[in-house]
């Protein structure tokens, strides 16, 4: 067990502002890094969303779902703070902690970075945490099996049509604080339809995560 911190060296984290070539620069990193995880036969899931929407909590409870079952590591992006690896590592999985400066999601060469801190002989499955963001992220691959995103119904009604490229971009939905739906006049109902419009092959998953409650209906969506 142990917490590595990995920053990006100067010119290394590519911007979503910057030129086409530096995107399929990042794009190019992204299948290397999925050929390199497919040959040590790992599942990789990149979790996206914005800040406060549940993605840590979402992989706390999966880890303890999961860590009897998968060898795991998690890789966790945020600007500058170690909080959110901090909280991973109590559940006894191997954490490493990408800090992006000031850059607004994770890049295929961070990652690239990140598992060279691992030991993938010995690992099943890696969450990596993207940084909280429900633009940004979707222009960069990471080179991960499937991509989720997670957004909360504290987030309003109108947050999916807002951001519908994240959307385009995942495999699995998750709408989370479902506890709090009928406090924040939120129609979930109205949130899934906003979802299939958009990527009708997105799965759907409603969860409470401070419960514990469709996490079990997660890694069904998963297919782990």
């Known amino acids: 067990m142990g917490e590595f911190i990995i920053g990006a060296d100067d010119g290394e984290t590519y911007d979503i502002e910057l030129e086409k070539d530096l995107l399929e620069a990042n794009k190019k990193i992204a299948l290397e890094n999925r050929e390199f995880f497919d040959k040590y036969k790992i599942k990789t899931i990149d979790i996206m969303g914005s800040i406060g929407s549940g993605k840590t909590s979402l992989i706390e409870n999966l880890v303890d779902k999961l860590k009897t079952k998968f060898k795991i590591a998690v890789i966790n992006g945020d600007l500058t703070t170690t909080i959110d690896s901090n909280r991973i590592e109590k559940h006894g999985v191997n954490v490493i902690q990408i800090n992006t400066g000031k850059e607004c999601h994770l890049d295929a060469n961070l990652v690239r970075k990140a ?18 963001n429900l633009i940004c992220p979707a222009e960069f691959p990471l080179g991960s099996s499937k991509r989720i995103v997670v957004i909360s119904v504290t987030e309003g009604p109108y947050m999916v049509v807002k951001h519908p490229f994240i959307f385009i971009e995942s495999d699995v939905a998750i709408i989370n604080k479902i506890d709090l739906v009928d406090s924040m006049k939120v129609k979930i109902d109205d949130l899934i339809k906003d979802i299939e419009k958009i990527n009708p092959r997105t799965k759907v998953v409603k969860v409470n995560c401070r419960e514990g409650k469709g996490i ?9």
């Open 115 to 132: 598992i060279g801190q691992l030991d993938l002989t010995n690992l099943d499955l890696i969450f990596i945490e993207n940084v909280g």
């Open 216 to 224: 079990e209906e997660v890694i069904r969506a998963l297919e782990l």
